[in-house]
């Protein structure tokens, strides 16, 4: 069974930090891509960050120099850390794994979701 569990979600004022982290069991995690994705209240779910299995990672304009993603692959754990956090930066955050075979088979898996609140 695969699971991936967020923690790490909170309340928050603007200027401040917060560490997502995502375990993930029931996949062979290092050959997954592993990605966060947000979705605010009223707008569709959007990329935020991804970091590939082979260690490449990227993250959106809006929250550039502000945002890290990195993985530890002996713990099975994907991390966020938000820094310089806004108010437009509160929604709920998804931890996602995804992996595409040579065969074109297409494996996603999401997290449940870690609500992040910035406001003072």
């Known amino acids: 069974q695969v699971q991936l569990v967020e923690s790490g979600g909170g309340l928050v004022q603007p200027g401040g930090s917060l560490r997502l982290s995502c375990a993930a069991s029931?996949?062979?995690?290092?050959?997954?891509?592993m990605g966060w994705y947000r979705q605010a209240p009223g707008k569709q779910r959007e990329l935020v960050a991804v970091?590939?299995?082979?260690?490449?990672?990227n993250v959106v304009d809006s929250v550039k120099g502000r945002f890290t993603i990195s993985r530890d692959n002996a713990k099975n754990m994907v991390y966020l850390q938000m820094n310089s956090l806004k108010p437009e930066d509160t929604a709920v955050y998804y931890c996602?794994?995804?992996?595409?075979?040579?065969?074109?088979?297409?494996?996603?898996?999401w997290g449940q979701g870690a609500r992040v609140t910035v406001s003072s």
């Open positions: 996602n794994a995804d992996f595409l075979s040579g065969l074109g088979q297409r494996r996603t898996y």
């Open positions: 029931g996949i062979i995690f290092s050959i997954y891509n």
């Open positions: 970091i590939t299995s082979g260690g490449s990672a």
